[in-house]
């Protein structure tokens, strides 16, 4: 439908709206903020599956990642016919609904080249781009059999598999590959764009275009990089394979001859393979505050035990009593046949792990790291939290919950104040801003008399009769310019016949309860 990588989003709409409107698509397009390091996160992953191929396995280094590269020298792999190894990539790729192209070829950039840039339509490779060693005939029996996987008569120069999804372009010598690359447009040398621009200006589109002109007259004119890349591209410069290193296995798995059954027994176990994992862990300079354990019964089935932290930590014992206290919850129906330990999100270890109150004792910390694991080992780790200040404006969104023992601790308004501008007096220091208690929403309020001001004397709020005594602390707050609902409030402080400080504003003609002081 015409959307391709770096279109602006807003055309990129149209395109989808017209595409459906015109019914060449069933449902519309569904746009998503861009996250780079998820991408990158997301081909880590899939790097891993291809380690299966080679252990040398690594990822485009492109402003926007969605190229993964394999080096198949001296691989079983890179002497599988073109067809099987297709399949084998399709195999790990397809049960997550990806496409995408592959392309085998004898340097980096060139397979990277080829695979991005190249046209890959049967119909093109037909007419006016023949791949070598691919008679024009086959190419038009390919054109019409695209949508089967029918591999073209052997070549000792290229092949060209189509495929729905996965199509394969392969060329193993330099000569077929060179005469491929010389078709390509000088983005292929991923040049920065004031250079691809003058170059264009040039008349120099293509790297055949470039391949023309003498080296030395490029190198003086545009640099030596544009020279480099260049020979890089056709094979004529060395290459760096970006490899990506493997992950560190954060995993013990034990399997027995006969199930266990007694729970003192697997308590055991479960010890020593999460000692095990922890020796890991700190070997690779590592840390996390949660554990997967998976026990596999005799009966075919597997129950999965999270162990859940307050905060990251390595220390056994902490480990070790959150884990009996998940024991004491659960009886395995059956016997326990083996059992799987790991560490699915890790982070680094920080020097200085600091706890929730900065000025508490050794000793005290301790104690509420224990008492915040037990916590968090019974309830769960939604359950346990703080509050921190967020970015807002509006009341009732102006704190978020974080882990109670988190790496983040925000130095309180004391802490800020030099101790010679402290005051010991207690009516010496201004009233509180914001109430104790700020409920989740506001709470609409009845009003049954106005007084002279048109302010609330008599109302009713939350089944509860209310009359008003006096008011104080007049303030206005907005929402942020860029929200999609405007907020326009005038709060204020409101003392009641029966002692009560409630906080209150006026939206409009409405009056809202927000709050209530101590």
Known sequence: IGIAPGQPAVEAEALAENAQRSGRVARGAVFIDEDTDADREGLRELADRCRILTPLVGCSDAEFPGSLLLDLTGCAASARPPRELAEAIRQSFEPSGLQGRIVLAPGIHAAWALACLLPFETRRFARGFPLPGIPPDCAERATEQSGRQDEPPPSTDAHFLPHPRWPLLATRDWPTARRLLTELPIAALRLDPKTEAILE?????????????????LRRRMGKQLVERLQTLMGERPEIFPALPERPDFTETQQWDFPVVERSALQTHLRHALDRVVERLRAAGQTTDRYRIELFLDNGETACIPIELAAPTLAPSRIHRVLALKLETIRPPAGVQGLKVSAPETRPIREEMRGLFAQLPAS????????????????GPTAVCRFVPADTHVPEKAYRPVDLLGDVLLPTLEQNVAPSERSTDPEASPPPLRPLIIYPSPLPMVVIQYDHQDRPLRFRCRRR????????????LQAEWWTETPIDRRYFRLQTADGRCLWVFRSGSKWFLHGEFA
Request: hydrophobic share 40%.
């Open 465 to 476: 009769r209310f009359v008003a005594m006096a008011w104080s602390s007049e303030e206005s």
């Open 364 to 379: 005290d910390e301790h104690s509420l790291r224990d008492l915040a694991d037990e916590l968090v080992g019974r309830l």
């Open 201 to 217: 200006e040039l008349g120099l589109i293509t790297i055949g275009t470039l391949l023309e002109m003498p080296r030395t007259e």
